[in-house]
């Protein structure tokens, strides 16, 4: 690029500006209101309850752990030890030395659902006409069912709750006059 002789002359101006002037004196007090103005917004984030405190959290984290696992070996502890038993049973049934009998063989727990309940809730009714009948006139009423079933297994303590929509059509005998 070249240069135009103005421009030239315009940084020869600059520089002379630049060159008288002189630095004032830093002021001591502005320092330390700096300072101390550092000082509380570090202790502000640290303290902040937006910052997650991993002090804080992992021992929280560690007790639900804890108490998770405490509670699943009270609830299926028992089931533990009745597959460990099945299992070392396994192993000496399949042993080569040993010949397998109907009571060394481990018993296969089937799940022993009981009904509970069975109910159904009427979700929608509707009229759907009048009908001539050699009985007479009747209303035509369709109506829209939610069939609930129940089961329960009181030794895993498994519920399985079914539901299954129907819908059935009733004819109404009407009064005649």
Known sequence: MSETPDSR???DDLEALL???APSPLDVGFVGELEHERKRLEFQRDHSPVRMQWARVVPLLLLCLITTFGFALFRYGDRLQESRKGTIAQTETTHPSSVP???SRPQESVPNFLP???HGTIVNTSAG???ETDSGM???LQVEI???YHWHD???GTNIRFFRPRSEEVLVPLPQN
């Open 154 to 156: 009181p030794e895993s």
């Open 146 to 148: 939610q069939d609930a």
């Open 101 to 103: 009998t109907e009571e």
């Open 116 to 118: 509970v309940s069975a």
């Open 19 to 21: 060159k008288r002037l």
């Open 129 to 131: 006409g009048l009908i």
């Open 9 to 11: 002359g315009d940084d």
């Open 138 to 140: 009747r209303q035509r």
